[in-house]
């Protein structure tokens, strides 16, 4: 840098947009963090949403000139507890009756008192804050909330995600979502769903909505026709936070480990499964793309999950996935292992997408001649990819008409625009009668997981 | 705590043969002496059949008063109990043992209060 080389770029306004940035980042973080210990201070949930939305507001004017604090989840939550004294105080009024009679009881707590040195010491101790979160999760999946209910509160009180983000990666419109959310948050509190981690017998039923919600959030990034790409990358970003942060602190549950492995080697194969905007098989995929530190983490996680030996659905659709992460190229996949994986995955979790998918592996095994046999016991007409399947077996076999019959039934109930880009290509190859490399597994999800195969 | 209302749901039609009957009311009266021995036991009701439910609704300065019930449903309100409960999971637990005493899905609402 030479003193007389005159500046192209007028000087980066120091402070503003470095701390917008910053506290964005602080919000997507610390949203989750910050609303679950203020429901848990305050016995509110739209409360505690209010009073952080008050102290991000009051960080995006501040922060920039005084700088970000020491401890921004700290100043955060000590900021919004101040502002929920404040609004009660002014709004005490106007309060409807219950949720004053909680707010009060709230601010004679200790719980609200104290100081913010407290708080940042108590936020440096895992354990207390992270249990409000784990608290938060079982409330927002609680079985008495419709399933898709589940997902929107999860991935707004715990992701941070506003409810236009929200919106947009489900596909309907802002006003029906935001009237869902309202909804759920007052049946959550008049019919006092509890704020809760269950615990004992009632745990491993009530953590399956959990890893449901968390595993649908992921597969709504990772194969949804819908949204925008960013959107997508962003939902799963959010599933694998919540999936990590679910394993830390539930480290005796099997199927949180291999719900983590699962999402994380599905991941790590995201750079390689799209070419101009149709899917790639996992067969054609150029394996340098994929990301060996996810693949380490998933597969580490599976040995676990191995040497604890308690199988489950998500822990063997992480070692089927794990077998595909091992193999240097498609032709030295271990099918045998996977065949047995989809056996024991047929035991624990029996049902005709599965099953399916075991057909696809049994093909490589023995031929597409008995996996067709196979594949059209299952009664999945309605499905695109048992179409898809189905039609790369006839390909196999030679039977280029009856191929591009099913190419054309499968296009026909694809919704997602990589699927039907994908099977327009096959389509066009079975008109050419091109009977396609013999290892290109015929699922354009790729995942060899079971239900998971879109 | 709270109150909630756990109203069962059954089928229309004639009631079941008393062979049948009979272990579902033993079953019920013991469900509620557990709930009474609990502590969350306010009030439980059976309901005659809905032929025998009248309605009656506002219409202009007088009422209208007309035969059968409200809505003409394959399922009708056949019973309910009202309970105490510390939050919704407290309440389901109960209404699961209703729902098995009585073999019938139960609702569970929330009373206002």
Redo the contacts between chains.
């Keep these: 840098m030479t003193r007389d080389a005159a500046p192209a770029l007028p000087p980066e306004p120091a402070g503003a947009p470095v701390a917008e940035t910053e506290i964005a980042r602080v919000f997507r973080q610390e949203y989750g963090r910050a609303v679950a210990v203020l429901t848990r201070v305050l016995g509110d949930i739209d409360a505690a949403e209010d009073a952080v939305q008050d102290a991000f507001t009051l960080a995006v004017q501040r922060w920039p000139s005084a700088g970000t604090p020491p401890s921004p989840a700290g100043w955060i939550i000590t900021t919004a507890r101040n502002s929920a004294i404040d609004r009660l105080r002014r709004e005490a009024g106007r309060l409807d009756k219950q949720l004053k009679a909680t707010l009060l009881q709230a601010a004679r707590s200790p719980a609200l008192r104290t100081p913010e040195e407290q708080v940042i010491t108590e936020l440096s101790r895992e354990g207390t804050v992270d249990d409000d979160r784990l608290r938060l999760i079982f409330t927002c999946c609680h079985p008495a909330l419709a399933a898709n209910i589940q997902v929107a509160l999860t991935l707004r009180l715990l992701g941070g995600l506003t409810t236009a983000e929200i919106a947009h990666a489900f596909l309907v419109p802002e006003t029906t979502m935001a009237q869902r959310l309202v909804r759920a948050k007052a049946k959550i509190r008049d019919a006092r769903i509890p704020y809760r981690v269950p615990h004992g017998v009632d745990l491993p039923a009530r953590l399956q909505p959990v890893l449901a919600v968390v595993y649908l959030i992921f597969n709504e990034g990772y194969s949804s026709s819908s949204a925008g790409s960013f959107t997508r990358e962003e939902l799963c970003r959010e599933a694998i936070r919540l999936g990590r942060l679910l394993a830390a602190l539930l480290p005796d549950e099997p199927e949180v480990a291999g719900l983590l492995a699962l999402m994380l080697l599905t991941e790590s194969r995201r750079g390689a499964r799209e070419s101009g905007g149709a899917l790639v098989l996992l067969a054609d995929q150029d394996r340098r793309l994929w990301d060996r530190a996810l693949i380490a983490e998933g597969q580490a996680l599976v040995r676990q999950c191995l040497r604890r030996n308690q199988p489950g659905p998500y822990q063997l659709q992480a070692a089927i996935n794990a077998v595909h992460s091992d193999a240097a190229d498609a032709a030295a996949t271990d099918w045998r292992q996977i065949l047995r994986l989809y056996d024991q995955l047929l035991e624990v979790a029996p049902g005709p997408v599965v099953a399916l998918n075991r057909a696809v592996a049994l093909a490589e095994l023995e031929g597409p001649a008995p996996a067709l046999r196979l594949a059209d016991e299952l009664g999945l007409e309605g499905y695109h990819l048992f179409h898809a399947v189905r039609a790369d077996f006839l390909a196999r076999l030679g039977r280029a008409d009856e191929a591009a019959g099913a190419y054309s039934s499968a296009l026909h109930l694809a919704g997602n625009a990589a699927d039907r880009e994908f099977l327009e290509a096959r389509l066009r190859d079975a008109r050419l009668g091109d009977g396609r490399s013999p290892n290109a597994g015929p699922v354009p999800g790729e995942t060899a997981g079971g239900a998971d195969a879109g | 705590m709270?109150q909630y209302l756990l109203s069962v749901y059954q089928p229309v039609g004639p009631a079941p043969a008393p062979e049948i009957l009979e272990p579902i009311m033993q079953d019920l009266e013991a469900l509620n002496r557990e709930m009474k021995a609990a502590g969350v036991w306010v009030f439980a009701a059976g309901l005659h059949p809905t032929d025998t439910a009248t309605v009656v609704r506002q219409q202009g300065t007088g009422v209208l008063i007309t035969d059968g019930p409200f809505a003409e449903t394959k399922e009708h309100l056949g019973g309910f109990t009202v309970i105490e409960a510390?939050?919704?999971?407290a309440a389901?637990g109960w209404a699961g043992k209703l729902s098995r005493a009585t073999t019938l899905p139960i609702e569970?609402?929330?009373v206002?209060h």
């Design positions: 709270a510390e939050d919704l999971d389901l569970v609402r929330p206002q």
